[in-house]
């Protein structure tokens, strides 16, 4: 039997490398512990860059309570975690200025819940549009920023001490 010209040619599937076998195994193999770990620890908290802002004003106002070099380290990881709600808003093309003062401002009146909502385009009741993350992503996230300053803070003082 001849094929008509209207019917559809067989597609042949293109094999993948064992390289990229391998790799993609790899890397599942290295994600399969990590999903594993959220799906136990069912504890969910807001998104939006609203667990980052508060957690930054806290440690903004802990470094008022320091002095020198400690507070300077404070209140630069506290910056440093502003990073995330600014980057929220300027992937989403809002003012991230604009956007994280308004959060920081929400935040200092008590709505801990306020977060960068891309989809309205302002700051909003984040839990209110169901936009929601796993605690541990965001704890890891904290853990290993925390984990990687001290590090380099060590660096410093060997440098410094030579």
């Known amino acids: ?10 597609r042949s599937r293109k094999i993948p490398p064992r390289r990229s076998l391998r790799h993609s195994m ?3 193999a290295k994600v399969v512990p990590l999903v594993l770990r959220v799906i136990d620890n069912r504890a969910l908290i807001a998104g939006g ?6 957690v930054a004003q806290a440690l903004s106002k802990y470094s008022r309570s320091l002095s020198g070099t400690e507070a300077i ?9 502003e990073v995330i709600p600014t980057t929220l808003a300027e992937n989403a093309g809002l003012n991230p200025i604009k956007i994280v003062t308004e959060l920081r401002h929400r935040h200092e009146m008590g709505e801990k819940t306020a977060g960068v909502n891309v989809r309205k385009g302002m700051v909003t009741n984040i839990l209110e549009e169901n936009v929601i993350q796993p605690l541990l992503v965001t704890t890891s996230a904290l853990e290993l920023s925390a984990e990687t300053l001290k590090m380099i803070l060590k660096v410093d003082d060997l440098a410094i001490s030579r």
């Open 26 to 28: 790899s890397r599942k």
């Open 73 to 81: 380290c404070v209140q630069a990881f506290a910056d440093a975690l």
């Open 49 to 54: 860059g609203a667990p980052e802002i508060e």
């Open 1 to 10: 039997m001849s094929r008509s010209k209207h019917a559809s040619p067989r």
